[in-house]
C-alpha cells in the first residue's frame, strides 16, 4: 500500500457563506468516515489563508524570508488529505469522491 497527497485547491476571495460551506462540511464528514471504515484514511487537515503563510528561500546562499504564499495564483491550497491505496486508481477514486465532496479541484499525488 502507498500513501497518496489529495491537494484541495480552492479560489482565493471571502470564504463562503454557511448557506455554502454547511453542505460541504457535511458531505467531508461523511467522506472522512468512509475512508476511515475502508482503512484509506492516514490523515487530513485544512490551512489558514495563504497570507498567513512564510517562504523560507536560499538565494545567492543566503537564506531570506517573505510573508505571504510562495507562487502568485488565483487559487491556494487549502487543505490535504492524505490516504493509503492500493495503487493509483484507488487514490484517484478516493481524489474523485473529495472532489464531489469539495465540489474544489484535488490533486492526486504518490509519496516517494
Not at 40 to 69: Q, R, S, Y
Request: net charge negative.
Amino acid at each position: 500500500m502507498k500513501n497518496y497527497l489529495l491537494s484541495v485547491y480552492q479560489p482565493d476571495g471571502p470564504i463562503p457563506g454557511p448557506e455554502v460551506l454547511g453542505p460541504i462540511v457535511e458531505a467531508l464528514g461523511r467522506l472522512n468516515e468512509e475512508m476511515r471504515a475502508a482503512g484509506a484514511w492516514v490523515f487530513d487537515g485544512g490551512l489558514f489563508p495563504p497570507e498567513t503563510a512564510t517562504v523560507i528561500k536560499v538565494t545567492g546562499g543566503e537564506v531570506g524570508m517573505t510573508d505571504g504564499p510562495y507562487v502568485e495564483g488565483k487559487e491556494h491550497l487549502g487543505g490535504f488529505t492524505i490516504v493509503r491505496a492500493p495503487d493509483l486508481d484507488a487514490a484517484l477514486e478516493w481524489g474523485r469522491k473529495l472532489a464531489a465532496a469539495t465540489t474544489l479541484p484535488i490533486e492526486v499525488r504518490p509519496f516517494q
